[in-house]
């Protein structure tokens, strides 16, 4: 079984809202069929502390979960790379906020000592590779090519948002990072640990930093999610 989940109910109804044969009620854990494959839906609640418990809870009472999709919206660092209403899919998930901070820029896990897991075979310190195709193992579900138009890029998660321009630029090119999020480290974390792929595809609402309502589209994003499912499943 595939589970798709978003922070809030209302981009779960965008993502769902356009799939054929797609009987959305509107309830986590609520399952139902598209063609031959069965398909979970999860609001795991806004930022990683949610994200973690609602996911990791989820997974226990679903132990069928093949998969885990995490959609919704996200900031661009860098409008030119990834504009508004375009869409992200994560090449790694990063939580800048993890470690020892001796400055204004991010903290350092390494300097910490501990990773969060891992100690003495593969630590995770702050970064986790995905991989932008994994969705494509599932060939007979989703298309085996990434969507035209998709663009790959590293990931941030963060409980603390980009509130100025400063503060995200200096994110992004610490960790040469193209999109802002509050849950996609969090739900790639609880994937690693029970070893169930994950895979997290956003679209761009705003550029992250900025408070200005001209930088900001949440129209274009929802749009944008809502034909998600016809870009990646095998046949819309
Ligand atoms: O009021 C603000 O300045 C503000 C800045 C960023 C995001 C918000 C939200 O209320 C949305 C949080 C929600 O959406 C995802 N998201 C969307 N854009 C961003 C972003 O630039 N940085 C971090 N998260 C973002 C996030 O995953 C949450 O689920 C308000």
Redesign the pocket.
């Known amino acids: 079984m595939i589970l798709f989940t ?3 109910l209302k ?1 779960l109804k965008h993502f769902c809202s356009s799939m054929s044969g797609f009987d959305f009620q509107g309830s986590t854990g609520h399952c139902t069929w598209r063609k031959h494959t069965r398909m979970l839906l999860l609001t795991c609640g ?2 990683p502390l949610n994200a973690a418990l609602g996911l990791q809870s989820f997974l226990a009472a679903h132990p069928q979960t093949d998969m885990v999709i995490n959609t ?5 660092y860098d409008l030119d790379l990834l504009p508004i209403g375009s869409v992200c899919v994560a090449s790694a998930e990063i939580w800048p906020e993890y470690g020892i901070r001796t400055g204004p820029g991010p903290a350092d896990p390494e300097l910490l000592g501990f990773p969060l897991s891992g100690q003495d075979t593969s630590p995770v310190w702050n970064r986790i590779e995905l991989d932008p195709r994994q969705m494509s193992n599932y060939g007979d579900v989703f298309n085996e090519t990434l969507p035209a138009g998709w663009t790959a890029a590293a990931s ?3 409980a603390g ?3 100025t321009l400063e503060v ?1 630029r200096e994110l992004a090119g610490t960790f040469n990072a193209g ?6 480290f969090a739900l790639a974390y609880v994937c690693r640990n029970k070893k169930i792929p994950f895979s997290e595809v ?1 679209t ?8 200005n309502s001209r930088d ?1 589209n949440f129209r274009d ?1 929802f749009s944008s999610l809502a034909r998600l499912p016809a870009q990646m499943f095998k046949n819309g």
């Not at 919704?72 to 661009?76: K, Q, T, V």
């Not at 999109?179 to 996609?184: A, F, I, K, L």
């Open positions: 978003a922070a809030t981009e806004v930022g919704g919206i996200a900031g661009s941030l998660t963060v948002v980009s509130g995200a999109m802002e999020n509050m849950e996609g956003r761009i609402s705003n550029l992250a930093g900025s408070r900001w994003a």
